[in-house]
């Protein structure tokens, strides 16, 4: 199985800030790369797909880069409602393995 | 607009067993594969099982496999995934989530929790 790993696990940050999010893959899955995001007690909502495609009503300070092994999500200028978790999933394999999640709290 | 909603969770003991439904409205169902996804509490996401478009092909997870087993009416728009064997490491939120690739819609989970 493909093994997903998110750093950092969890992170501080101010409304405003510019965040990003790395996620690393075991062995390469070209841009078979997706992003979510969860808030407490809902399910997920998809960010991205294809490491870089934005997903239809999703603003756009969410983007997303790589290829590979190594992937990046970044949120150029956080917003209140962005204080959630987020998850990376590769689908260039089954099963379809998720990164262990990183929560963006309130500095 | 696309709705899944999961139902069929609740209290087992272990080594019981629970049957979930998602139900599919919004979209042609019979064009998509369908996933399960679970969440432990306080945990991170688990990807347990996917079914091809038709039905005829299936895919568990390690955790899962021998114990579990996805199915869908295409007629009816539904999708199951009977569960067996349960133990308390199953104790979860399940999610059903469309398959374009990526889960791109997702209902709202049904709670199972394991326990004697």
């Known amino acids: 199985d493909i093994q997903m790993t998110q750093s950092p696990s969890s992170l501080s940050a101010s409304v405003g800030d510019r965040v990003t999010i790395t996620c690393r893959a075991s062995?390469?899955?070209?841009?078979?790369l997706n992003w979510y995001q969860q808030k407490p007690g809902k399910a997920p909502d998809l960010l991205i797909y294809?490491?870089?495609s934005l997903q239809s009503g999703v603003p756009s300070r969410f983007s997303g880069s790589g290829s590979g092994t190594d992937f990046t999500l970044t949120i150029s200028s956080l917003q209140p409602e962005d204080f959630a978790t987020y998850y990376c999933q590769q689908s260039y394999s089954t099963p379809r393995t998720f990164g262990q999640g990183t929560k963006v709290e309130v500095k | 607009q696309v709705q899944l909603v999961e139902s069929g969770g609740g209290l087992v003991k272990p080594g019981g067993s629970l049957r979930l439904s998602c139900a599919a409205s919004g979209f042609t169902f019979g064009d998509y594969f369908m996933t399960w996804i679970r969440q432990a509490p306080g945990k991170g996401l688990e990807w347990i099982s996917y079914i091809s478009s038709s039905g005829s092909s299936v895919f568990y997870a390690k955790s899962v496999k021998g114990r579990f087993t996805i199915s869908r009416d295409n007629s009816k728009n539904l999708l199951f995934l009977q569960m067996n064997s349960l133990r308390a490491d199953d104790t979860a939120v399940y999610f059903c989530?469309?398959?374009?690739?990526?889960?791109?819609?997702w209902g709202q989970g049904t709670l199972v929790t394991v326990s004697s």
């Open positions: 062995q390469s899955i070209s841009t078979y």
């Open positions: 294809g490491a870089s």
């Open positions: 989530a469309r398959d374009s690739g990526w889960n791109d819609y």
